[in-house]
């Protein structure tokens, strides 16, 4: 899909209309919405208060060591400043719900490692990592913008997440009372839960200068809170964004190809393949650390590192910012980015599959 969309994109053969490349950040956004009310379906709250601690920081600790890996290693590769750097590391450091969220799902479905609750564990994990990351990354694209930098910023970071969940699941409750008392018609109910969503990710650019509120991670606490309070809903619904997201996939990928200028694709060459290959192993790294005086053993430890490889969903969706925001090396770090995506996805996907019969157990 990605290399689709290089190929017919604006910088080879010029194939895709100009009007779908003007709404391309929309409809990136869209869906990464759909993946993520998807991924709230499928998490069940008791489950992540079982898991408890490595939940919270495989949310944050796996990527924080990959954005500082990144932050330190491309100036020395490529002629860049450490806040680009930085940046960089922000839109690589993120997980892919759309690679793992699927996988997570059928592990689920099957039974395995579900006895530890390894399939929620990843799956919550990497959804509010991708939260955390983009929240680093607007404060530092922040940063570059108006050359500043304040604890505001980071304090933004916990108040956006708490602000998140609470917006999604106050949300999500009284949602759920009203589709009891009303009986719609299913697809109103998945119309309503798609408009909300939306409005949650607009409420968030609205009150940003006043006040941090994180509307992805929303979007996800909406969907658990509809399986906590309305199961046979988020039964129903949950196959119905399974094939919404088969075509949303497709937009998503596509289009982040689109942006990418193949001259820049190719100045990255192997030093983006050195940085790439080189953050992974502090990302393991974290993942390992976040596991520590878990109940995991260390098959287990290696499917969860390998579940926490593929890149993808939010790459596609914000690699492009920095270039049209004006950064000096956007260019650079958009081409990276699809590198990352290319690589990784491969890598985390295929391993994931092959792996996941020898490392977990199944659970009768």
Do not use: C
């Not at 607009?202 to 909406?222: D, N, R, T």
């Not at 770090?333 to 690589?343: D, F, Q, R």
């Amino acid at each position: 899909m990605l290399l689709t969309g290089i190929i017919f994109g604006p910088y080879a053969l010029n194939l895709i209309s100009t009007d779908i490349l003007n709404v391309s950040a929309e409809l990136r956004g869209i869906a990464l919405i759909i993946i993520l009310i998807r991924a709230g379906l499928a998490l069940d709250i008791k489950d992540l208060i079982k898991v408890g601690r490595p939940s919270i920081l495989m949310s944050f600790l796996p990527a924080t060591f990959e954005i500082v890996a990144i932050t330190f290693l491309a100036p020395i590769l490529f002629k860049i400043s450490y806040l680009e750097a930085a940046i960089m590391g922000a839109v690589i450091a993120a997980v892919s719900p759309a690679v793992i969220v699927p996988r997570m799902l059928k592990l689920i479905k099957n039974k395995y490692g579900t006895d530890k609750n390894i399939p929620q564990l990843i799956m919550a994990g990497s959804s509010v990592d991708d939260i955390f990351v983009i929240v680093v990354f607007t404060a530092l694209l922040g940063m570059y913008k108006f050359g500043t930098f304040t604890p505001v910023s980071l304090i933004s970071i916990p108040v956006a997440i708490v602000s998140g969940l609470l917006l999604g699941i106050l949300t999500g409750r009284v949602l759920m009372w009203f589709f009891k008392k009303s009986k719609l018609n299913e697809m109103i109910e998945l119309l309503i839960m798609i408009s909300i969503a939306f409005l949650f990710v607009s409420l968030e650019a609205a009150i940003k200068p006043y006040f941090a509120v994180s509307g992805l991670l929303a979007v996800m606490a909406l969907g658990g809170t509809t399986l906590k309070y309305h199961e046979k809903l988020a039964t129903r619904i949950s196959g119905k964004f399974s094939s919404l997201w088969v075509g949303a996939e497709i937009i998503l990928f596509v289009l982040v190809g689109a942006t990418v200028n193949v001259r820049d694709f190719a100045s990255a060459g192997g030093l983006a393949v050195v940085l790439i290959m080189g953050a992974l192993v502090f990302r393991i790294v974290g993942v390992f650390v976040s596991l520590i005086k878990t109940k995991l053993n260390n098959k287990e430890k290696v499917f969860s590192a390998i579940s926490y490889i593929p890149k993808g969903t939010v790459q596609a969706a914000i690699a492009a910012i920095p270039l049209s925001a004006g950064v000096a090396a956007g260019g650079i770090i958009l081409s990276v980015a699809v590198l990352a995506i290319i690589i990784t996805a491969t890598l985390g996907a295929f391993g994931m599959d092959l792996s996941y019969k020898k490392l977990l157990s199944k659970n009768n």
